[in-house]
């Protein structure tokens, strides 16, 4: 009883310790008050990109070793001067952009939102601090290339970002064909480009951008009673800020002191200095010269995307099945006679059920979401984004490992459980010299598998800002405008991680099979048995 009393106890703090990591801070407190922390995509010019270098007065982004520039970055430079603070970048998902402020993590957001109603049932804004038009970005020889009022789109396929107002508003469009909204411009343009969809709704600046890079898109400026009918604050863009937050009208007196011209210059500017500005078509020798050009501009990206991909991955795994282990072994102890211990070992089983059943049916994008911004949100704690990517990989693998180390207690044929109890073994040391060290080679393969799909799985922590293999490429397509030759490098290298891996994890269950001798005698042995 003592021993199940003593494991039971070192479980339990084993699961605890997850909990321990990370800053504990109050969720509704500012962020350091020498800081000015601002939220963004950094991948949507010319309103924010990201770049490798600070030229044209780019803003290091924090955490990583690139840098973000654009309109929006110039206004954050702006308002943050006018507050007397360190303008520092944090680049996060669409998506990811309102519970980042609700949570705490960064005092503003400045990525060309729009102040919709809907919106501002969550958070404040400011004044506006830029105002423009919808268009509709089409192919230049396409069928809708002529189009001058919203009926000339009928039956046309169109779409827009997610979670934007934009979306909304293609339904004004008579019989329209409407799509699946999609997650970011570099998307739309390549399906636009390849003929899945007949265009897409933007703002101005961003269609002025695409078409000036690609010369086979066209931007349709559809103006009064024949383009969108919209509200003035669907149009405008502001800073959206926590609710309450008494710097905002310390930013709206900063705001009223940008003229229009300035903003307009400002605007301007930011069009010339983007990335894709020099990637036009008549520079382009070929689609070997894009992939040289991306790699000399945003190779540094990639290999260190690619490496923290790997990190991740890897304590993930040794961490989750570490975890699974401990649990299927947990699991394997026979139901004490004492009614105290064997109504813990029961209550803790079922907690294990849970867990495992909540990990295991439900996607890690979404229990990235809970954890990285769910536990600001309740709890006031606060995980670095790497620290909280470990967290979410170790505990969603440990729930597959669990099920896995399982089955291979199973495979192990009960009569050494037998043999080991006939010689007077305990529980513990029957599992410790005879049933793990079968159990380790039996789910070799299956741990290397998880460790390849924990590698590809990584992808869905970009939803919280982790700066991985595919949060690097979605930067570098968003400010180079070259979605399939950007996606095509970042997947031939998660390729050749993957295949370094599997060819490694081969040879390491070669070598605990050992020397092939071993399977001949045994063979041998089997045929004289057999005489």
Same mark, same amino acid.
């Given at each position: 009883?003592?021993?199940?009393?003593?494991?039971?106890?070192?479980?339990i703090a084993f699961i605890c310790s997850f909990f321990s990591i990370g800053h504990v801070v109050n969720a509704n407190e500012k962020t350091p008050d020498d800081e000015f922390r601002v939220g963004m995509e950094a991948g949507y010019a010319p309103f924010n990109w990201s770049q490798q270098t600070d030229v044209n007065n780019?803003?290091?982004?924090?955490?990583?070793?690139?840098?973000?520039?654009?309109?929006?970055?110039?206004?954050?430079?702006?308002?943050?001067?006018?507050?007397?603070?360190?303008?520092?970048?944090?680049?996060?998902?669409?998506? =990811?952009?309102?519970?980042?402020?609700?949570?705490?993590?960064?005092?503003?957001?400045?990525?060309?939102?729009?102040?919709? !109603?809907?919106?501002?049932?969550?958070?404040?804004?400011?004044?506006?601090?830029?105002?423009?038009?919808?268009?509709?970005?089409?192919?230049?020889? =396409?069928?809708?290339?002529?189009?001058?009022?919203?009926?000339?789109?009928?039956?046309?396929?169109?779409?827009?970002?997610?979670?934007?107002?934009?979306?909304?508003?293609?339904?004004? &469009?008579?019989?329209?064909?409407?799509?699946? !909204?999609?997650?970011? $411009?570099?998307?739309?343009?390549?399906?636009?480009?390849?003929?899945?969809?007949?265009?897409?709704?933007?703002?101005?600046?961003? =269609?002025?951008?695409?078409?000036?890079?690609?010369?086979?898109?066209?931007?349709?400026?559809?103006?009064?009673? +024949?383009?969108?009918?919209?509200?003035?604050?669907? *149009?405008?863009?502001?800073?959206?800020?926590?609710?309450?937050?008494?710097?905002?009208?310390?930013?709206?007196?900063?705001?009223?002191?940008?003229?229009?011209?300035?903003?307009?210059?400002?605007?301007?500017?930011?069009?010339?200095?983007?990335?894709?500005?020099?990637?036009?078509?008549?520079?382009?020798?070929?689609?070997?010269? +894009?992939?040289?050009?991306?790699?000399?501009?945003?190779?540094?990206? $990639?290999?260190?995307?690619?490496?923290?991909?790997?990190?991740?991955?890897?304590?993930?795994?040794?961490?989750?099945?570490?975890?699974?282990?401990?649990?299927?072994?947990?699991?394997?102890?026979?139901?004490? +006679?004492?009614?105290?211990?064997? $109504?813990?070992?029961?209550? *803790?089983?079922?907690?294990?059920?849970?867990? &495992?059943?909540? #990990?295991? =049916?439900?996607?890690?994008?979404?229990? !990235?979401?809970?954890?990285?911004?769910?536990?600001?949100?309740?709890?006031?704690?606060?995980?670095?984004?790497?620290?909280?990517?470990?967290?979410?990989?170790?505990?969603?693998?440990?729930?597959?490992?669990?099920?896995?180390?399982?089955?291979?207690?199973?495979?192990?044929?009960?009569?050494?459980?037998?043999? !080991?109890?006939?010689?007077?073994?305990?529980?513990?040391?029957?599992?410790?010299?005879?049933?793990?060290?079968?159990?380790?080679?039996?789910?070799?393969?299956?741990?290397?598998?998880?460790?390849?799909?924990?590698?590809? +799985?990584?992808?869905?922590?970009?939803?919280?800002? *982790?700066?991985?293999?595919? #949060?690097?490429?979605?930067?570098?397509?968003?400010?180079?405008?070259?979605?399939?030759?950007?996606?095509?490098?970042?997947?031939?290298?998660y390729l050749i991680m993957t295949f370094t891996i599997t060819r490694i994890l081969r040879i390491v269950e070669k070598k605990i099979d050992g020397p092939s001798a071993y399977t001949k005698i045994e063979e041998i042995d089997n045929a004289n048995l057999q005489k």
């Amino acid at each position: 009883m003592k021993k199940n009393l003593v494991t039971l106890t070192l479980f339990i703090a084993f699961i605890c310790s997850f909990f321990s990591i990370g800053h504990v801070v109050n969720a509704n407190e500012k962020t350091p008050d020498d800081e000015f922390r601002v939220g963004m995509e950094a991948g949507y010019a010319p309103f924010n990109w990201s770049q490798q270098t600070d030229v044209n007065n780019a803003v290091p982004i924090q955490g990583q070793k690139s840098y973000a520039g654009g309109y929006d970055v110039q206004i954050a430079k702006k308002i943050a001067d006018g507050l007397g603070k360190k303008l520092v970048i944090v680049q996060t998902k669409w998506d =990811g952009l309102a519970p980042a402020l609700q949570s705490g993590k960064i005092d503003a957001i400045i990525a060309g939102m729009s102040p919709t !109603a809907e919106r501002k049932k969550e958070i404040d804004f400011t004044d506006p601090y830029y105002e423009s038009q919808l268009v509709v970005v089409v192919q230049q020889d =396409g069928k809708y290339a002529q189009a001058t009022r919203l009926a000339d789109l009928s039956n046309a396929k169109i779409t827009a970002q997610l979670n934007t107002f934009h979306y909304n508003v293609i339904d004004q &469009i008579p019989s329209v064909k409407k799509q699946q !909204a999609m997650d970011n $411009f570099s998307a739309m343009r390549t399906a636009l480009s390849s003929g899945m969809i007949d265009g897409y709704v933007s703002e101005r600046p961003e =269609g002025v951008t695409a078409t000036s890079v690609n010369k086979k898109l066209k931007m349709l400026e559809l103006e009064g009673e +024949d383009g969108f009918q919209t509200n003035p604050e669907d *149009v405008q863009i502001a800073v959206g800020m926590r609710k309450g937050d008494p710097d905002i009208q310390k930013v709206n007196q900063i705001l009223s002191g940008i003229s229009k011209k300035q903003r307009t210059e400002i605007m301007d500017q930011a069009i010339k200095d983007q990335p894709a500005s020099t990637n036009t078509d008549e520079e382009k020798t070929g689609l070997f010269q +894009d992939f040289k050009t991306i790699w000399s501009q945003y190779g540094n990206m $990639f290999l260190r995307g690619a490496g923290l991909t790997l990190f991740i991955a890897l304590i993930g795994t040794v961490v989750g099945t570490t975890l699974g282990l401990l649990i299927g072994v947990f699991r394997s102890i026979p139901e004490s +006679d004492h009614a105290i211990t064997r $109504f813990f070992q029961k209550l *803790v089983n079922l907690l294990l059920s849970i867990y &495992i059943e909540i #990990f295991r =049916g439900t996607p890690m994008m979404v229990q !990235a979401m809970v954890v990285f911004y769910g536990l600001a949100l309740a709890f006031g704690i606060s995980l670095d984004r790497t620290v909280a990517a470990l967290f979410i990989v170790s505990i969603n693998t440990g729930a597959y490992m669990t099920e896995i180390v399982r089955g291979g207690i199973f495979a192990v044929d009960q009569g050494q459980f037998e043999a !080991a109890q006939a010689i007077g073994m305990t529980h513990g040391q029957t599992m410790r010299k005879v049933v793990i060290p079968q159990v380790l080679r039996n789910i070799l393969p299956a741990t290397g598998n998880e460790f390849v799909i924990n590698i590809k +799985d990584t992808a869905v922590l970009s939803v919280i800002g *982790v700066a991985d293999l595919f #949060f690097q490429g979605n930067s570098a397509s968003g400010a180079n405008f070259q979605f399939f030759q950007t996606f095509t490098i970042v997947g031939i290298i998660y390729l050749i991680m993957t295949f370094t891996i599997t060819r490694i994890l081969r040879i390491v269950e070669k070598k605990i099979d050992g020397p092939s001798a071993y399977t001949k005698i045994e063979e041998i042995d089997n045929a004289n048995l057999q005489k």
